[in-house]
């Protein structure tokens, strides 16, 4: 079975996610949802970026699983940040034209997912307006 595309540009790191082969991956009003996130983020530069960053932090990823159907594809890895141990899943969805429109990560354990929404939020504080980072008052 072929990897997919944007499994072997993540295997490729920070410049990888941040080419001009990423970006024609992303459908222009990609949404992507995490769980370092308070609410998703929409925009093929923002998210190519998101992305980019994320890879900095995050080292090495090891793949261990990826399963797909025609429209949706989720991947398995493992990876470290500061030396601590970290899972994620990611699921991309893409459209009839074969780019992705969507993407959600599921991170654990809680503690390092922390300490990665730490390290992102100073790297991309810019990228990502500060009410994202934070919880809306509940009502």
Do not use: C, K
């Not at 990423?22 to 992507?32: E, G, K, N, R, W």
């Amino acid at each position: 079975m072929s990897q997919h595309p944007f499994r072997v540009l993540s295997e490729g790191g920070a410049s990888s996610m941040s080419s001009g082969e990423m970006a024609a991956l992303l459908a222009p009003d990609v949404t992507f949802h995490s769980p370092i996130l308070s609410r998703a983020v929409s925009g093929r530069e923002r998210v190519q970026q998101i992305l980019a960053n994320a890879f900095e932090f995050v080292d090495p990823i090891q793949f261990t699983l990826e399963l797909s159907d025609r429209q949706q594809t989720v991947f398995l890895w493992n990876g470290a940040i500061n030396g601590y141990e970290i899972q994620a899943a990611r699921v991309i969805s893409e459209n009839a034209e074969g780019q992705i429109y969507d993407i959600s990560v599921l991170m654990r354990p809680y503690p390092v997912v922390t300490l990665f929404q730490q390290a992102m939020r100073e790297r991309a504080g810019s990228t990502v307006p500060e009410e994202y980072w934070e919880l809306a008052p509940s009502q």
